[in-house]
Each structure stands twice: as C-alpha cells, then as structure tokens.
C-alpha cells in the first residue's frame, strides 16, 4: 500500500506539472496544449482522488471528487480532438467538433442537486470496481445514467480515434509525419491508461481475486498505472524530439543580446585526429572535397545526431585524416562547423514550414542537433546573431 502511494504521488505531481505547463503555454498550437492539459489535468484528479481514499484526509475527498467529474467526461473526447487535430495541425476546433463537449455539460448540471449522497459507500464501490462502475447516486441523474455513459464513452473515442488515425495512415513509415513518433507514443499510452480502467470489473467478473482483499487489489492496479506513467515520462524526458515540441513547448533558451559564449558551455569536439602528414594531389583533394559534398547534400547524415568525421570517411571508403586534411585546407572549416553548417541550412529550410506547432528546440533536434546549447552557438556563428533575432528582422524585410 505505501508503495502505491508513493508512486501514485510522484505520478500525480508530474500530472499537475505538465498540466499546468501545457496550459500556461505560449509556444506551439495553443488548441492542442489545452487539449493535452485537459487530459493530464483530467487523469491528476483521478489518482488524487484513489490518494485522497487511502490517506487521512477523506473529508475532502467528496468536493474532489465532484470537482473532477465533468472532467473524466471530457477526457475521452480531449484525446480524440487531439488526435484527429494533430494529424493536420489545425489550430482551432470546427463548429461541429464543439458538440463533443455536450456530456461535460450534462456532467456539470448533475452536481447541482440536493440529493443526499453516500460517500463512504462511493468510496467502497470505487475500491471494488474503479472510478467508471460506481453503481451509487452522486447528484441530480440517477446512478445508470452514468454506469453506461462514461465507460461508452470511453470505448466509443477510443475505437473513433484509432479509425480517424488509421484511415489518415499518418503512422505508415512512409508517411513521413513530422510527429509520427509522439503521435504512436501517444496512442499507446492514451489506450493502455484507459483500457486499465476496465480492469477492476473484468477481475471482478472473472472472479480472480488474486487473493487480496478490495484495497490491496485496487491499490495494485494504482501501482500498475503510475509505474507505467513514470516509465512513459522517463522515456520521452531521454527523447530531447518527443519533449520539445509536445510536451515542454514554452521554453525560451533565446539568449538575446547576451553573450552566448559565457552563458552556455561550449561542448568539446568528440573526435581527436592525430596529425599526420598528408599527401594528396590537387586532383585527389578536388575528388574528396566533392564526394564529401556529395554524400552531405543527397544522404543528408548531418541529421542523425551521432554522425562523426569517421562515419563519413567509412561512406567514402577514406583514412579519416584525409577527410580532416580536406576539410581543413580546401573547404576550410573543421568537422564540426561544417558539419553545423548544414544543419543551420536545414533549419532555415524547416522553421518556416514547421514554426506553428514545433518551438525552435524541437525543430534544431530534428536537423541534428544534440542540445540547444550546440544549436545556438552553431547558429550565432554561422549568421552572427540568435534565431529569433534573425527571424524577426525576415519578417520585417
């Protein structure tokens, strides 16, 4: 039990974190933030609501309870709207997809009534068959009303999303989604967090006890969850292109007029070439310098994060210090500001396109950059001042 309270607590504070931040967001498209805040603030009220039944403070635990419930009404359709508007990009909902918001209406109309409620027994059926199948009177419809309306509404968004997603084939390799990968990663975990809520009735019907009493099984399935959040928050916190951009979409790291070489640390080049004497012929250096080219222009390697001067001397089948050699006295620049030098390009050829729902970090990620300290120091000396300096004085040009 302690152990699920643990992690339930953990779980909810990166709930109301994320939240919070998702709302207050001013980067990105706002319709999908406010969706997504929706939904996390909408799965934070649960698990407070499952902590609030296992801690001393049950007095409380009735207004939380009401607080949240319109709420769990709303989440289906959130993670539908989200979808089905991320696929496009849209930034505003359509007239008729307003109408998905009708059940949270209805949700809040029910906690204007005068009927007496039963909070220990809400708290019981709760334990026993989770927070969709409590059979008790909570305000003004009656208890069946809402056994059939949430769990349906949860199966009907979710087989609706899943349609919508596999009728636009965004998720086909070749589709080439800018957010393909947090888009599948979204619906794994938007599925499974809502599937687990079944779970009580499918144990209860199936009569699998697993020989535990009604607050040991429920704050299992507690731990089932928020393990499987945290792991979730783990991977996309090591995922820099998943973070930036969809989950963590207001920062600003934009320097200004500060100077970049003493605020962000520079990061020492990876590869250490021993000097060695070279010699090459004026037609060998003219044949490596445009084979390097090359393989950059129509391979594009500068995009993967981890590519060396050693990967591009294995493509070309040539000692790496002949690559150096060339770099440095034909091209005359050093692996890792030519290397950045692309990558600059290939940003001012994507920001244009992807700016409405993609903050600059996220975008630098996706042209290869490692950390956003490397992109802005790469992008300083390649065009003398900070991006949003640059893009602020095209849009006045």
């Known amino acids: 039990m302690t152990l699920s309270l643990f992690f339930a607590s ?26 997504l805040a929706l939904l996390f603030f909408s799965k934070f009220g649960q698990v407070l609501i499952a902590l609030l039944m296992y801690s001393d403070q049950k007095a409380i635990y009735p207004a939380i309870y009401q607080l949240f419930t319109p709420l769990s009404y709303i989440a289906p359709a959130c993670f539908y709207l989200y979808t089905t508007n991320f696929i496009p990009g849209n930034q505003q909902l359509s007239k008729g997809q307003w109408l998905h ?10 906690l204007f009534s005068d009927v007496p409620i039963n909070w220990t027994l809400i708290a019981n059926q709760i334990a026993e068959n989770g927070q969709l199948f409590s059979t008790e009177r909570t305000g003004l419809f009656p208890a069946v009303f809402f ?3 949430k ?3 949860v199966i009907i968004y979710l087989a609706l999303t899943w349609y919508a997603v596999l009728k636009s084939k965004v998720l086909d390799k070749n589709a080439k989604h800018p957010g393909r990968n ?13 599937l687990t809520g079944f779970l009580p009735l499918v144990f209860q019907n ?30 996309v916190l090591n995922h820099p292109r998943l973070f930036y951009g969809y989950l963590f979409v207001s920062v600003n790291l934009d320097m200004g007029q500060t100077d970049i070489g003493k605020e962000i640390r520079r990061e020492v080049p990876t590869v250490t070439n021993t000097i060695k004497k070279v010699s090459l012929l004026p037609d060998q250096l003219i044949n490596y310098s445009n084979a390097m080219k090359e393989v950059m222009e129509t391979k594009k390697p500068y995009l993967l994060e981890s590519f060396q001067i050693v990967d591009l001397a294995g493509a070309l089948n040539i000692p790496v210090h002949h690559c150096s050699f060339v770099l440095n006295n034909l091209i005359g620049k050093n692996f890792r500001d030519w290397i950045n030098e692309y990558r600059i390009n290939s940003f001012l050829e994507q920001y ?5 729902r993609m903050t600059i970090e996220s975008i630098a990620h996706e042209c290869g950059f490692k950390s956003v300290a490397t992109f802005y120091n790469a992008f300083k000396k390649e065009t003398g001042i900070m991006p949003t300096v640059y893009f602020s004085q095209k849009k006045v040009s």
């Open 10 to 35: 953990i779980s909810c504070f990166f709930l109301l974190l994320f939240s919070l931040h998702l709302f207050c967001a001013k980067r990105g498209i706002r319709l999908l933030n406010y969706l």
């Open 101 to 110: 918001f009708i059940p949270v209406v209805f949700a809040f109309a029910h």
């Open 147 to 149: 056994i059939l309306v």
């Open 151 to 153: 769990p349906g509404l």
């Open 182 to 194: 947090w888009l599948l990663l979204f619906l794994k975990g938007g599925t499974f967090f809502q």
């Open 206 to 235: 199936l009569n699998l006890n697993l020989n535990m009493n009604l607050p040991d099984r429920h704050a299992s399935f507690l731990l089932l969850n928020s393990i499987a959040f945290l792991m979730i928050i783990t991977y």
């Open 352 to 356: 244009p396109l992807k700016a409405q």
